[in-house]
């Protein structure tokens, strides 16, 4: 039973830790006079993924792959379909040119990565299909090459301003910030992971399963709360770019380092997975040129949505 309860105490933990990292490194950077476009691309993005980032750790640590997959694309899958679908259905999302033609395809193109080289057996005819630590250093190769580019478009539209003035300079109050947040993430993880783990053997389903849903949907808290709250601002560009940061984000970056820790062994039946994140993934890039051009539209979110609880269906007969 007290599994249990610190499995739900967990994703509280994940959130309010993401929460105080977030603030915390936030108001260093704005003492160190960082620009807020570099702070939102790094810190805000690093933030909202840290859930998914510690999961995995601990998962991958601790041998529960199935976890550690079926976190990072059940977290993407739900971040396009559900969340932005909800998000849309809000206010319809205009989305910039650079996120059309560059940011959305890098996500695609994280998804059908993902799909080659988790598939050796079919391509090599290995004896077995992974992600191995050469596969995440490719991964994280990706990772660097899409870090340059974020920091090319901060010099670009060159909006920062040197004079702006801080009204904080201690930095006593967002280091303890920081402290926190890495304290509950560490904490809400590892409780998340151990009773990912048990929930599973306890129901007799795979612990893929688990991740592609109830772990997925929880980590994925951050970034619903973000996109929400901006589509009801009538931020679109928050509110999409938070979505796409983080699945590229998580494939790159999380993904690559849950392999170096120790290699990701995929089932043939993850490939259906896999293929749901590519499909969205393309789908989102396709709503741009339909109806209003890059313009997600609130039928394009109903039409989300209900592809997401096909999908949700899909996996409960599928137990």
Not at 17 to 28: K, Y
Request: proline fraction near 2%; include cysteine; charge should be neutral.
């Amino acid at each position: 039973m007290m599994t249990y309860i610190l499995f739900a105490a967990g994703f509280l933990f994940l959130i309010k830790g993401a929460d105080f990292l977030v603030n915390g490194a936030s108001r260093i950077a704005k003492i160190l006079k960082v620009s807020d476009l570099v702070i939102g691309l790094t810190i805000v993005a690093f933030g909202t993924s840290a859930p998914e980032l510690f999961v995995n750790i601990f998962a991958s640590a601790g041998g529960d792959t199935g976890i550690a997959i079926g976190n990072i694309l059940g977290s993407n899958i739900f971040n396009i379909l559900l969340i932005l679908g909800v998000s849309a259905i809000i206010y319809p999302l205009k989305v910039g040119q650079n996120t059309v033609w560059k940011e959305i395809p890098l996500t695609l193109l994280a998804a059908v990565l993902i799909g080659i080289l988790a598939n050796d057996k079919f391509i090599d005819n290995a004896g077995s299909s992974a992600l191995t630590r050469i596969d995440g250093l490719i991964l994280l190769l990706f990772f660097i090459i899409f870090l340059y580019y974020t920091f090319g478009i901060t010099n670009q539209l060159e909006i920062f301003d040197a004079a702006r003035s801080v009204e904080e300079h201690s930095l006593k109050k967002p280091v303890f910030l920081v402290i926190a947040g890495l304290l509950c993430l560490l904490l809400g993880s590892r409780w998340v992971v151990s009773g990912a783990v048990k929930l599973a053997s306890s129901l007799g389903i795979s612990e893929s399963v688990i991740g592609l849903t109830i772990v997925a949907t929880g980590t994925s808290l951050p970034e619903l709360a973000t996109s929400v709250v901006a589509a009801c601002k009538k931020n679109a560009d928050i509110a999409v770019g938070n979505i796409v940061g983080s699945n590229i984000f998580n494939i790159f970056f999380i993904l690559g380092i849950s392999s170096i820790i120790n290699p990701l062994p995929f089932q043939a039946r993850d490939n259906m997975d896999i293929g749901v994140t590519i499909i969205s993934s393309l789908l989102l890039f396709i709503c741009m040129f339909t109806g209003r051009k890059r313009v997600l539209d609130r039928w394009e979110g109903f039409v989300f949505v209900f592809i997401y609880i096909t999908y949700v269906i899909f996996l409960i007969i599928r137990m």
